[in-house]
């Protein structure tokens, strides 16, 4: 089985200061993890993946997140942050072993930059 | 290209009710997903196919059904709604065998009361 989590509900930061939205994760096998973000009234749309090979990988929009293996940790950074990135993101996380190409994803984080 | 689309935007049922949700997609993708998205509980696949005239059942597939009778379409039935399916549906669909991140659509809003 596979599970995420995402401990934080919501990440409350000021514009220009760092971002990180927190995930841990649990699978049997090697994940692959995925992070997510939505936008009011919107679909999900895609940030980031790791899949093997640099602990730190980058994404859409300025945003990165960093895979540790030994904390089973895929948080999602960003060094500045912008009101615009004020959001739902989700971590997603797929055994590599799951028919399907199956995802779990956590509950979700609301982030809001302040001005 | 229009990516994953779904019919309808906005639905409200009441008890008992039947509905077929539509999702279409153009990127010839061979999986695609239905799930349904609450407060604080993420997204749970509902069902998913794996090809076209294929279907299998996801974390929370009870009250529900599929067909994929066309490799761009994928239909989420509900045969007879209960308040407990009150939720946002989304679509998602990706390419086949491989690493690759699902694309989704803009969801569905269903209120039964």
């Known amino acids: 089985a596979q599970s995420v989590a995402q401990p934080e509900d919501q990440v409350i930061v000021a514009e220009g200061n760092p971002l990180t939205v927190k995930c841990t994760y649990s699978?049997?096998?090697?994940?692959?993890l995925f992070w997510y973000v939505q936008y009011p009234n919107r679909g999900l749309q895609f940030l980031l993946k790791?899949?093997?090979?640099?602990?730190l990988v980058k994404g859409s929009y300025g945003f990165e997140a960093e895979f540790n293996k030994s904390q089973t940790s895929f948080h999602l950074k960003k060094p500045s942050a912008l009101v615009s990135d004020s959001a739902l993101y989700f971590c997603?996380?797929?055994?590599?072993?799951?028919?399907?190409?199956?995802?779990?994803f956590g509950g979700g984080t609301r982030v809001l930059v302040k001005p | 290209n229009a990516g994953v689309t779904q019919t309808p935007k906005f639905r409200v049922l009441k008890t008992g009710q039947s509905m077929t949700l539509l999702c279409a997609q153009d990127?010839?993708?061979?999986?695609m997903y239905w799930y349904r998205q609450d407060p604080g509980m993420g997204l749970r696949l509902i069902h998913y196919?794996?090809?076209?005239?294929?279907?299998a059942k996801g974390e929370v597939p009870d009250g529900y059904n599929v067909s994929r009778l066309k490799k761009q379409n994928f239909l989420l039935g509900l045969e007879s709604a209960a308040p407990s399916q009150t939720s946002v549906y989304f679509c998602?669909?990706?390419?086949?065998?491989?690493?690759?991140?699902?694309?989704f659509g803009p969801g569905t809003r269903l209120t039964v009361t």
């Open positions: 196919s794996v090809g076209e005239g294929t279907t």
């Open positions: 699978v049997s096998g090697n994940p692959y």
């Open positions: 990127m010839n993708h061979e999986y």
């Open positions: 998602a669909s990706s390419p086949g065998t491989g690493v690759y991140e699902q694309y």
């Open positions: 997603a996380v797929r055994d590599i072993r799951a028919a399907g190409n199956k995802l779990t």
């Open positions: 790791y899949i093997t090979g640099d602990n």
